[in-house]
């Protein structure tokens, strides 16, 4: 007779992650290089009662539960910054940076310089070229990356450019099972090894927004909303009927 | 329901969004000043379900796993140093740089600042200062009753002395360059510090190994650019109230759990 609470609660709580993720993608609307994850859903089934105490066959009861979440590797929009160290990737490839924990992805191209001359990412980590990190001389200037990801520069007086290194683009066979580490960064499981890329393009001054897109995200974040307050609803209901039954059926009358 | 804290980060990443922009706006004019941007990171995964996961002894493994985020973070405001474009001032020491660098300026303590704000003046004892009357480095002194004073692309200036008809060289106005410019610390009044990040200064001359050259009643303008701030003003406003119904629709569905209760 508990069925209705407990699948209702299966539900609620599946609901709130739900939510969760919502309010995750709706928080980094504005974070470069940011992919959105979306809920899936699996029935999980589980008999009521043992089939001897029913004439008829007793059904199976049908709870909700969250089998994963799946990142959305769509594209993002690009935009135009100007600013010479800002890559956007046009495909499917990743950059490879270093960091204490080894070897990470990312998408969000808002690099920097840091005091050694090396081109790092915005939290201070190498970004890897073809042969280690990237390193500028303390003369340089005019920074160029090609489509290729060749980064070239003008040393001093020269007028004639200097290969600065290639920055290495990688992409992943399944991409989703790629581990979200935060900070901008995936990290690669067991099974998805990094492949070369030399389809996808580097965009010197671009960077890619965030792919969520947030008018799916607030009518997903509404239906959310709406479910929720129907189970509770439904709920309440069952729990009037409890009541009724109680009420009425140990009314002994006088 | 962690959804609201979630957007609560996302809600104070926006308001420091809107800060950083509307800095720029406010120094759209302000001589030799250089925009910033705010740049966020999402926050750390709770991996629910893990990603890759053995699902049965024969080695299948979990296509998917179930990552809940726990919202974003500003990682920086890093500092855009893109040059700006010149205005003419027809004032003698005007100067502005173009290309790579920074004047130098020493501060009454002795310390050294830079900066890109080429608009300097003559303070009574005939040396070239900054608009705080500090002295541009190295210190050079006009002297009085000379004119036409020039400035060259190398930062030499020159002047007529009086019952003189050939120039004279007074000095030569230096600049400094750092291997990570967006690395340094800004104090204000245009000024910047070095810092641990930006690397140690490097003194030189203008026009020469990559050296800007520097350009005599000329300002370097703000690199600000209005349409680019306005729609990044707009984007930033409506990311903070979707944010913010992210919190009343959470607030709705612990509401409506609380409701059972009677």
Known sequence: MENTLL????????????????????ANVTTNGYKADKSLFAEYLKSGAHEDNFVGKDRAVSYVLDSGTFKDFSQGPTELTKNPLDVAIDGAGFLVVQT?????????????????????????????????????????????????????????????????????LVSFA????????????????????????????????????????????????????????????????????????????????? | MRALYTAATGMAAQELNVQVISN??????????????????????????????????QGTVLPVGVDIGGGVKTVGTPR??????????????????????FFKIQMPDGTFTYTRDGSFQMDATGRVVNAQGNPVQPTITIPQNS??????????????????????????????RFINKAGLQPIGDNLFTDTPASGAPQDGIANVDGYGDMQQSNLEQANVEAVSEISDLI????????????????????????????
């Open chain 1, 7 to 26: 699948v209702g609660l299966s539900r609620q709580m599946v609901l709130e992650r739900q939510m969760d993720v919502v309010a995750n993608n709706v």
């Open chain 1, 100 to 168: 204490p924990a080894g070897e990470r992805y990312t998408r969000d191209g808002g690099l920097q310089i840091n005091n050694q001359g090396q081109l790092v990412t915005a939290a201070g980590d190498q970004v890897l070229g073809g042969s280690g990190p990237i390193v500028f001389q303390p003369t340089d200037h005019d920074v160029s990356i090609a489509a290729d990801g060749n980064i070239t520069v003008l040393e001093g007086i020269n007028r004639i450019d200097s290969v600065r290194g290639k920055l290495r």
């Open chain 1, 174 to 254: 399944q991409a989703q099972a790629l581990l979200k580490e935060g900070s901008n960064l995936y990290s690669a499981g067991t099974g998805t090894a990094a492949q070369p890329d030399i389809v996808s393009k580097v965009r010197q001054g671009f960077v890619e927004k965030s792919n969520v897109n947030s008018v799916a995200e607030m009518s997903r974040m509404i239906e959310v909303t709406r479910a929720y307050t129907q189970i509770s609803t439904l709920l309440q209901q069952q729990s009037d009927l409890h009541k009724t039954a109680i009420e009425k059926l140990a009314d002994v009358p006088a």
């Open chain 2, 24 to 57: 720029n706006i406010a120094n759209m004019r302000t001589t030799g000043y250089k925009k910033q941007r705010a740049a966020f990171q999402d926050l750390i995964y709770d991996h629910v379900r893990r990603v890759g996961a053995q699902a049965s002894d």
């Open chain 2, 80 to 101: 855009l140093m893109s040059q700006g474009t010149l205005a003419q001032t027809g004032n003698d020491l005007d100067i502005a740089i173009r290309g790579e660098g």
């Open chain 2, 147 to 176: 004119s036409g004073l020039a400035i060259n692309a190398q930062g030499q200036v020159t002047v007529t002395l009086p019952g003189s008809t050939t120039p004279t060289t007074v000095g030569q106005i230096g600049l400094t």
């Open chain 2, 235 to 262: 984007a930033a406003q409506r990311a903070y109230e979707m944010n913010a119904k992210v919190v009343s629709a959470a607030d709705q569905m612990l509401q409506s759990t609380s409701a059972l209760f009677r």
